[in-house]
DNA sequence: CGGCCAGGATTCATCTGATGACTTTCCCTT
DNA sequence: AAGGGAAAGTCATCAGATGAATCCTGGCCG
């Protein structure tokens, strides 16, 4: 086993043991690489790997964190690379964001409060409101993150996101299309906030599939086909620098 | 921006435009570390860290290379940290489990071919034969795995597979009460099984997810509770040591 | 007595240089 | 032409030194 594999499954196990906890200061570089048998840039390799799936977090001066461990500690870390997912992988990801839409919208309609419904119209309000594509694209975030969260399951609401965040990099909003779509994400959007608001789990359920069928349909109509037995793979005409 | 943040964002950069396809062998650490301005130290690190994410693999002694970057490749990488997530967040887990089996169940049952129906047919007789719980599970994972596959969307059967193989490492069937779990757990399967075979897409959502759900019981009942307020961390209990 | 501040100690961040291990390529020998 | 071995290319690892950010401690001042 090479040096950072050892330092990784040693620190990974430490953690999983529990002699690490969640939130801890992990031993400084030099104590750690001495008592894993690697060398102090090994382990922070080690380390590297380990932060950049969510698990630890080091601060500059102060030390080398355990994370809290919660799921969407864990899942955030798709979020960095997701995005390179080639076009026909996106599509299947929108099968999963529509089945899991579809509950999230089911069970917020069973489980909402006043305070959700009151959220939800204003976030509609201020879509219809703003000119902002952009901004457009945030509240729709916000709204859908909302009904995520009255479903009272975080991991899956942080799974969502991190799905949501891949589609947005497309911005349909931002076509010449872009105000007529938005009309219909608009309707969309009230059909399935009433559904939740009246307490009915079957409409929204099928109000969020629609809305995501929508989604995924302005997709395969408006972006560059893929060409057959290209392996996949992307050419250079990512929508990337307006927002990231 | 920190240096290894840039060599980072640089390096994906270049993936997510295209200028490294799927597959390419990237720039020797020198070179590219002179081209995005920094030591080979800190270019080594971000190489570690998209690694870890299923985005390159270093291989010794040839170079540095691009992953396929399919759906697998990217998920794959939370297997490897899921299994520290504490026992709250794994409850949360299975109610996602429950609602993606039932739809790959009923995706299945309508897209079946003769051959996964003998295939689900020889597992589930290989499962009922054998002693081994290890064996047992490693079937039962072949079992739903398959299904997954003839629902055809593998980012969906690799997220089910991440999240199977979390479950897994509970060990359920190593339990006193083990044997009873699995006959319980073999009926269930033949259940499933003959929906699919039957091209029933309802039944086979429904036995899907009442297997999950049967499987979340077992967990809630035979796992030690988790202490209120004590931040989900786990003690050392993790029964790692056999499979892993 | 309490708050503030300066300086030292601690810790991570980065760079440089050197050596070893593994793979691939290519040329020389048979 | 086939096989073997040397050489180049590349990642893996270690060691040492310096910089930067944070934390802590102790003394000073109000």
Same mark, same amino acid.
């Given at each position: 086993?090479?040096?950072?594999?050892?330092?990784?499954?040693?620190?990974?196990?430490?953690?999983?043991?529990?002699?690490?906890?969640?939130?801890?200061?992990?031993?400084?570089? &030099?104590?750690? =690489?001495?008592?894993? =048998?690697?060398?102090?840039?090994?382990?922070?390799?080690?380390?590297?790997?380990?932060?950049?799936?969510?698990?630890?977090?080091?601060?500059?001066?102060? =030390?080398?964190?355990?994370?809290?461990?919660?799921?969407?500690?864990?899942?955030?870390?798709?979020?960095?690379?997701?995005?390179?997912?080639?076009?026909?992988?996106?599509?299947?990801?929108?099968?999963?964001?529509?089945?899991?839409?579809?509950?999230?919208?089911? *069970?917020?309609?069973?489980?909402?409060?006043?305070?959700?419904?009151?959220?939800?119209?204003?976030?509609?309000?201020?879509?219809?409101?703003?000119?902002?594509?952009?901004?457009?694209?945030?509240?729709?975030?916000?709204?859908? &993150?909302?009904?995520?969260?009255?479903?009272?399951?975080?991991?899956?609401?942080?799974?969502?996101?991190?799905?949501?965040?891949?589609?947005?990099?497309?911005?349909?909003?931002?076509?010449?299309?872009?105000?007529?779509?938005?009309? *219909?994400?608009? &309707?969309?959007?009230?059909?399935?906030?009433?559904?939740?608001?009246?307490?009915?789990?079957?409409?929204?359920?099928?109000?969020?599939?629609?809305?995501?069928?929508?989604?995924?349909?302005?997709?395969?109509?408006?972006?560059?086909?893929?060409?057959?037995?290209?392996?996949?793979?992307?050419?250079?005409?990512?929508?990337?620098?307006?927002?990231?």
């Amino acid at each position: 086993m090479s040096a950072v594999d050892k330092a990784f499954h040693g620190l990974r196990h430490m953690i999983a043991t529990g002699r690490l906890g969640a939130g801890e200061r992990i031993p400084p570089e &030099a104590e750690l =690489g001495e008592e894993l =048998g690697v060398s102090r840039g090994s382990l922070r390799e080690a380390v590297r790997m380990l932060a950049a799936l969510g698990v630890v977090e080091p601060r500059h001066g102060s =030390g080398t964190y355990v994370s809290q461990l919660r799921p969407e500690d864990i899942i955030g870390s798709l979020s960095l690379t997701l995005e390179l997912l080639p076009l026909p992988g996106l599509l299947e990801v929108y099968e999963i964001r529509r089945v899991l839409e579809a509950h999230v919208a089911a *069970k917020a309609a069973a489980r909402r409060t006043p305070e959700t419904v009151r959220t939800l119209f204003s976030l509609i309000e201020a879509m219809e409101a703003t000119d902002d594509p952009a901004e457009a694209s945030e509240l729709d975030h916000r709204f859908h &993150a909302e009904i995520a969260r009255a479903a009272e399951n975080p991991t899956l609401a942080s799974l969502l996101a991190v799905f949501r965040a891949r589609s947005r990099k497309y911005q349909v909003f931002t076509l010449p299309e872009g105000p007529e779509l938005r009309r *219909k994400s608009d &309707a969309d959007h009230r059909v399935l906030a009433t559904a939740i608001a009246d307490r009915d789990p079957g409409s929204a359920a099928g109000a969020a599939e629609a809305h995501v069928t929508q989604t995924e349909r302005w997709l395969r109509a408006f972006m560059p086909p893929v060409e057959e037995g290209a392996q996949g793979r992307e050419k250079g005409g990512e929508a990337d620098g307006a927002l990231s």
